[in-house]
């Protein structure tokens, strides 16, 4: 069996992948266009793709070898699965492995935020900083502030957990429909997501990406946050209007925002790179080596099934 790989993976899993398929890796690390992805859909029988891959219709349309697409990630918007079901073609994906470490860097992202810790590493880096004072970069406590969950899967309930018992928020959260993991966390649901901005003063975004969530956060969304609350995103660039973002945080409006994840990544919307009061990360949530292993190693778990002609243990949808 073929497998094309289309980053570097961790080198444990891209041994593991070696011993057991026919593997042609990516020593590079360089994107693939997408007429070799398309090119790839008629050379393979599996194509391991991540989230920096575009594997649209024209990807997907591109050949009729590959009958898994085993991606190396939890979020799957970057990928046509209508056009991939439509040819047959199974999808999976590593979900549950990176929980802890997306959490964590949310926590991250509000603790950045609130303590206006970019803004100060900045001002010492470029040796404007002049010594402590009472008045200095003043940010934001956690304890008692509210926490407003958007999305109560697992890495919104993880965060939710890291923060009520690590930093003594209370939580809230916004979801299809109330949550039994609510009931320990004493978390508050709110059926309507204007309300639960509107009672926030830290929202964190835990939706998957695609056509659903779209602008979810959008210029009326960010008018009916709390003034003076803040904006976390970990989960897909496309489900904030990154215009109105800006123009809240340079109206004060919001007091600052987190993000991990852009809509057109590796690139950063403009309007914000010249804020102080925004926390910029480029797409870190998984990024621990343990995590990354495991990730890899769900993927291989995905492909060895589907290689043995059993259940796919993660599809998609
Ligand atoms: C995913 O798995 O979808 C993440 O965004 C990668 O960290």
Not at 73 to 80: M, S
Request: glycine share 12%; proline share 5%; hydrophobic share 45%.
């Amino acid at each position: 069996m073929r497998v094309l790989v289309t980053r570097r993976w961790p080198e444990a899993v891209e041994r593991a992948l070696g011993e057991r398929f026919e593997v042609i890796l990516n020593d590079t690390d360089k994107p693939l266009s997408q007429a070799e992805l398309a090119a790839a859909m008629g050379e393979f029988d599996v194509l391991a793709p991540t989230v920096s891959d575009c594997i649209d219709a024209d990807v997907i349309g591109g050949g009729d070898r590959v009958k898994l697409i085993a991606n190396y990630g939890v979020g799957f918007d970057h990928i046509d699965l209508a056009a991939a079901k439509a040819k047959g073609i199974a999808v999976s994906n590593t979900p549950g492995v990176l929980t802890d470490a997306t959490a964590d860097l949310a926590l991250t992202l509000i603790l950045m935020a609130a303590r206006r810790a970019g803004e100060g590493e900045r001002e010492l880096r470029s040796g404007q900083w002049t010594g402590w004072r009472p008045t200095h970069l003043i940010g934001s406590a956690l304890r008692g502030k509210v926490l407003g969950v958007v999305g109560f899967g697992r890495i919104g309930v993880a965060t939710a957990e890291r923060a009520k018992h690590g930093f003594g928020m209370t939580i809230a959260y916004y979801a299809r429909g109330p949550k039994p993991e609510a009931e320990a966390l004493d978390a508050e649901f709110c059926a309507e997501l204007e309300d639960l901005l509107g009672k926030s003063d830290f929202v964190s975004l835990h939706v998957p990406g695609g056509g659903d969530t779209a602008n979810l956060i959008d210029a009326a969304a960010l008018a009916a946050m709390k003034p003076g609350s803040y904006l976390i995103n970990t989960a897909r660039g496309g489900v904030v209007d990154h215009d109105a973002l800006a123009d809240a945080l340079k109206s004060g409006h919001l007091a600052g925002a987190g993000l991990d994840v852009y809509p057109h990544e590796p690139q950063v919307p403009e309007a914000l790179l010249d804020l102080e009061n925004v926390v910029l990360l480029p797409h870190l949530g998984s990024a621990n080596a343990e995590t990354r292993e495991a990730m890899g190693m769900r993927a291989l778990a995905n492909i060895e099934a589907f290689a043995k002609g059993g259940d796919l243990p993660d599809p998609v949808a």
